[in-house]
């Protein structure tokens, strides 16, 4: 099984940078990724990290370190629209019934202030 | 458009009665997922299907039902027996990995609140 672990709450102002950290503890490991997930509606997908390193797409970039078992999302030039909850989600090794399956973390909160 | 779709948006049912929701993809992916979510949880995995006539339990499968009758469609049926079935209730679809990410794809989802 996984075990996932992110901040439940962070609160930054317009224009600055906030990294979301995720830890997490599992039997297996292939991919990590990052959704976001405005308040009553559907998660969409932010990043994927598979091997370590840095993933840079536009204002975000996730970074991957398996040997630690950690992730962080960097979210830089924060805009009010990125208040919204991001979950990391990890992805199970491929097995003959186990492909696909996601262990999601309970979601950061973050909480852009003008 | 290519998506998927949820229906309804909002749903209410009284104590004892199964309830239907439904979850539809043209996006021609082969798995297809369903997760609840609670406030201050993250997503939990109930039901996932890699291929059409098949499907696996998930983490929390016990008062839950599906099939997979068409690729197309995943009903989940919320049964009596669930002890606290109100909550968030999610649909996702993603393709087999194939060199890359198989990212997960989510539907508008459907709150299901229990009178």
């Known amino acids: 099984g996984q075990n996932i672990d992110q901040p439940t709450e962070m609160t930054a102002t317009e224009g600055a940078i906030v990294q979301i950290n995720c830890t997490y503890q599992t039997s297996g490991f292939n991919g990590l990724f990052w959704y976001q997930q405005h308040a009553g509606e559907a998660p969409t997908f932010l990043s994927y990290n598979v091997l370590d390193g840095l993933e840079e797409k536009g204002r975000f970039s996730s970074f991957l370190s398996r040997s630690k078992g950690y992730s962080y999302l960097l979210l830089k030039e924060l805009q009010m629209k990125d208040s919204a909850s991001y979950l990391c989600a990890v992805r199970d090794p491929v097995a003959t019934d186990s492909w696909g399956k996601f262990q999601f973390g309970a979601g950061t909160q973050v909480v852009v202030t003008p | 458009d290519g998506g998927i779709t949820q229906s309804p948006k909002y749903l209410f049912r009284k104590e004892g009665q199964n309830v239907t929701l439904s979850c539809e993809q043209n996006?021609?992916?082969?798995?297809m997922y369903w997760y609840r979510q609670d406030p201050g949880q993250g997503l939990r995995l109930i039901y996932y299907?890699?291929?059409?006539?098949?499907?696996q339990k998930g983490d929390i499968a016990e008062g839950y039902s599906v099939s997979r009758e068409k690729k197309e469609s995943f009903p989940l049926t919320v049964t009596s027996a669930q002890k606290n079935p109100t909550a968030f209730y999610l649909c996702?679809?993603?393709?087999?990995?194939?060199?890359?990410?198989?990212?997960?794809?989510f539907g508008p989802g459907t709150r299901l609140t229990v009178l």
């Open positions: 996702a679809s993603s393709i087999p990995p194939a060199g890359g990410p198989d990212t997960q794809y």
């Open positions: 996006l021609n992916h082969d798995a």
């Open positions: 299907s890699q291929i059409v006539n098949d499907f």
